[in-house]
């Protein structure tokens, strides 16, 4: 099956835990994406890499950190999580780094800072 | 300023009427606007997209309307049907930017049968 896949689907922490997510694509895209979507349905774009390169770096909190091992995976890390980081994080993946390529998200992972 | 609006917030009509969403933008470098749309317990999903090089885009009961000069858009949905009901997010980006997209803040479309 071609497709963008996350792990976990849930995750439930505390504050001032550390976290990570996962991120793979089969669809042979070279750039991938982390969004942020709030509680209000906000989608907001974090980070994007092609080809393991970091080429869009939003202003977000220093404890966020994306990591990239090859084209088709894309991971994010959260060290010591804030209740203000509770969202859904969807990574996403397209063709191409640049402008006019559809970008296909995945299932989403559903992050809960108590 | 990089920012996309979109109106209503919320839109409710009758099956078989045409629904119509609004969006607006400032960065007059944009020069790419798709719609994605989200269903309830589900991802984004691209629905249409458009360039600058033509004010209209025609997908079966899809269509977006643009309005360069204005820096609006709006996307009809003509025929509306149950299945159509969902949030649907107008987007933008400008070529100079690695294909980074800016979302509206959605409209959450219902169509009652």
């Known amino acids: 099956e071609t497709a963008v896949f996350q792990t976990p689907n849930y995750h439930v922490t505390q504050v001032g835990n550390e976290v990570s997510f996962n991120c793979k694509q089969t669809?042979?895209?070279?750039?991938m994406y982390w969004y942020k979507q709030d509680s209000k349905k906000l989608l907001k774009i974090m980070f994007s890499?092609?080809?393991?390169?970091?080429?869009v770096n939003e202003t977000v909190p220093r404890r966020f950190s994306p990591q990239s091992s090859d084209k088709a995976h894309l991971n994010l890390r959260i060290k010591s999580v804030e209740p203000e980081d509770s969202a859904v994080y969807l990574c996403?993946?397209?063709?191409?780094?640049?402008?006019?390529?559809?970008?296909?998200f995945g299932p989403g992972t559903r992050l809960t800072v108590l | 300023q990089q920012q996309v609006r979109q109106s209503p917030q919320s839109l409710t009509v009758w099956e078989g009427e045409t629904a119509i969403l609004n969006c607006s933008y400032e960065?007059?470098?944009?020069?790419?606007f798709p719609w994605y749309w989200q269903f309830p317990r589900e991802s984004p999903a691209l629905l249409i997209a458009?360039?600058?090089?033509?004010n209209k885009k025609e997908d079966g009961r899809f269509t977006i309307f643009f309005n360069k000069r204005e820096k609006k858009l709006s996307l009809h949905i003509t025929d509306s049907q149950p299945g159509d009901s969902a949030t649907y997010f107008c987007?933008?980006?400008?070529?100079?930017?690695?294909?980074?997209?800016?979302f509206g803040q959605g409209t959450k479309l219902s169509i009652k049968p």
């Open positions: 996403a993946s397209s063709v191409g780094g640049g402008n006019y390529a559809e970008q296909f």
């Open positions: 987007a933008a980006s400008a070529s100079y930017n690695q294909g980074k997209l800016i």
């Open positions: 669809l042979g895209h070279d750039t």
């Open positions: 890499y092609n080809n393991k390169q970091l080429i």
């Open positions: 458009i360039r600058p090089v033509s």
């Open positions: 960065d007059s470098t944009f020069d790419y």
